[in-house]
């Protein structure tokens, strides 16, 4: 199967959607991964993507100069708890890159913001992000996306 990335740009949120042709989630393994980059990072956005637990995956985006990198792993949830690794990194080769890794343990459907474990990191602790784990399909051209 092949995976197809489509990039929408709507009310100031830019949101990657990656999914297996299109299918709606629906395995009992394939979850959405909703990552929300706020403060300090440019741009601000929004990215959802379906991924599969225990299985890399790896985003790229570019808006301008800047390029935005998501990449990490799902772990199978253990007494309804998720545990997520996510990597962020963004920047260009003129001005440099932000990046951390971390480690997550967002529960389904519930927002997370910071990790239990930082690994790595070069900037202050005050960058804020919102990590949203659904069974619910990412949203499409024809959804609404400015709620």
């Excluded at 709507?10 to 959405?32: D, R, Y």
């Excluded at 772990?75 to 545990?83: D, I, L």
């Excluded at 389904?108 to 399909?137: C, F, K, M, S, W």
Aim: hydrophobic share 40%; net charge neutral; with cysteine.
């Amino acid at each position: 199967m092949t995976i197809r990335l489509i990039l929408i740009r709507a009310v100031g949120v830019l949101v990657a959607t990656a999914s297996l042709l299109a299918a709606p989630v629906h395995s009992k393994e394939e979850f959405s991964l909703s990552v929300a980059l706020k403060a300090e990072y440019d741009p601000k956005l929004t990215v959802c993507t379906l991924v599969r637990t225990d299985k890399p995956f790896y985003v790229v985006l570019t808006n301008g100069r800047t390029n935005t990198i998501l990449s990490g792993k799902l772990q199978e949830p253990k007494q309804q708890v998720f545990t997520l690794e996510l990597a962020v990194s963004q920047g260009n080769t003129q001005h440099g890159w932000i990046y951390d890794n971390g480690v997550y343990e967002p529960k389904l459907g519930v927002a997370v913001g910071r990790p239990i474990i930082v690994r790595t990191q070069n900037h202050p602790t005050n960058y804020e992000r919102e990590i949203v784990v659904t069974r619910d399909p990412c949203p499409t051209l024809d959804d609404d996306v400015s709620r």
